[in-house]
């Protein structure tokens, strides 16, 4: 069993910055990727955010297409988000999950809400 933990999230105004993490844990083995997803009230779940086991592979939504940036470390199992200029259309919660071996595990989520 693989265990996700995210943290990071919080109330910033527009404009602003935060850093999310997501940490690994459990039955991780061999190669898997990671990815951001997000929900904001009322909506379905929504990709964000991708990044390969070499993490020389990217991919993003085009919402936030130059103003995020994902990245991982593969000692570490985490992988994060950067998450600059964001909007108050940010608002959600935001999911990571690992896919491996055709199985995929997801977080809690941390709520991210962006508002003066």
């Known amino acids: 069993q693989v265990e996700l933990v995210e943290s990071g999230g919080g109330l910033v105004q527009p404009g602003g910055s935060l850093r999310l993490s997501c940490a690994a844990s459990?039955?991780?083995?061999?190669?898997?990727?990671m990815n951001w997803y997000r929900q904001a009230p009322g909506k379905e779940r929504e990709f964000v955010a991708a990044i390969s086991w070499s993490g020389s592979s990217t991919d993003y939504a085009d919402s936030v297409k130059g103003r995020f940036t994902i990245s991982r470390d593969n000692a570490k199992n985490t992988v994060y988000l950067q998450m600059n200029s964001l909007k108050p259309e940010d608002t959600a919660v935001y999911y990571c999950n690992l896919v491996q071996a055709g199985k995929t595990s997801w977080g809690q989520g941390t709520q991210v809400t962006v508002s003066s």
């Open positions: 459990g039955s991780i083995f061999g190669i898997y990727s």
